[in-house]
């Protein structure tokens, strides 16, 4: 919606008419030249190329794919290849692991609830923040719940005495906040406020870059196979699972974006066919 919207035209630029959808799964119908580790009649889950997207149709090319993990619903499968990308991405610029704690500002989302997930699988303690009504969703997934809004640092330094290693911003509009809470502009990355430069806080978005940019990580298609083997193993494992929000058919896209955009909804969007 932001990409479309035009607020994010200086991280993805976008031309007009404009294809959407980024994630897909389904069944291989044509496997390209050269490809090897996948045939016709696999089922698979994966991501389009970033640039020309396109995956909102009958068919979709993929560039970035792994097996569809048998746990999963083809409305989840489809949903999750992007979220376990970005989540994946960020986790690792920020060194999430074993035994350390991390907040996830934005946490029921369809990113922040696959990155509570990771950080958990990966032996972090993890905090996040939500509504009221979605803190015993995010108990299930395996967070510490907190509220957002006034008096954010307080609750955070109350659950965490020890302090908070890093800081996953799904959210955006608290950078000063998540900066205090760390203490470390360092410490903290978002994928969802783009005031990042002015804070002194990377903003990663999947575009080139390295890590002396404000964005981070390299291009989601080449970096977007990392995770997905992790996510397959783990969802196997049910360890790891995609709340969607809501599944409209593909004739419906409108009423799908027109709910996207009131940024309220618990989990993944999709499109079914």
């Not at 196979?225 to 058919?249: I, K, M, S």
Request: hydrophobic letters at 45%; proline letters at 4%.
């Amino acid at each position: 919606m932001r990409i479309r919207s035009g607020s994010l035209r200086d991280v993805v630029p976008a031309a007009f008419p404009y294809r959407t959808g980024f994630d897909a799964a389904g069944v291989v119908d044509e496997v390209g030249d050269g490809v090897t580790g996948v045939n016709i009649g696999d089922e698979v889950f994966g991501m389009t190329n970033s640039a020309t997207r396109g995956a909102n149709a009958d068919f979709a090319v993929l560039t970035a794919w792994a097996p569809k993990p048998a746990a999963w619903s083809w409305e989840e499968a489809g949903g999750a290849a992007g979220s376990v990308e970005t989540a994946t991405r960020v986790l690792d610029r920020l060194a999430v692991g074993t035994g350390h704690t991390v907040l996830v500002q934005g946490a029921a989302g369809g990113v922040g609830t696959i990155a509570v997930q990771l950080a958990v699988a990966r032996g972090a303690t993890v905090i996040g923040t939500a509504s009221e009504h979605n803190h015993a969703f995010l108990r299930s997934l395996g967070a510490e719940p907190t509220t957002y809004g006034t008096g954010l640092i307080e609750r955070i330094r109350a659950l965490a005495p020890s302090g908070v290693h890093a800081v996953f911003d799904c959210a955006g509009g608290a950078l000063p906040d998540l900066i205090a809470i760390t203490g470390d502009t360092a410490r903290v990355v978002t994928i969802a406020d783009l005031t990042a430069a002015a804070h002194g806080v990377r903003l990663s978005h999947g575009a080139p870059a390295d890590d002396t940019g404000t964005a981070v990580g390299t291009h989601a298609d080449r970096l977007a196979v990392h995770g997905l083997a992790t996510a397959v193993t783990l969802a196997n494992e049910g360890r790891l699972r995609v709340p969607v929000a809501a599944a409209f058919p593909l004739t419906e896209a409108a009423s799908a974006h027109e709910l996207s955009e009131t940024r309220h909804a618990r989990g993944k969007i999709v499109l079914v066919n």
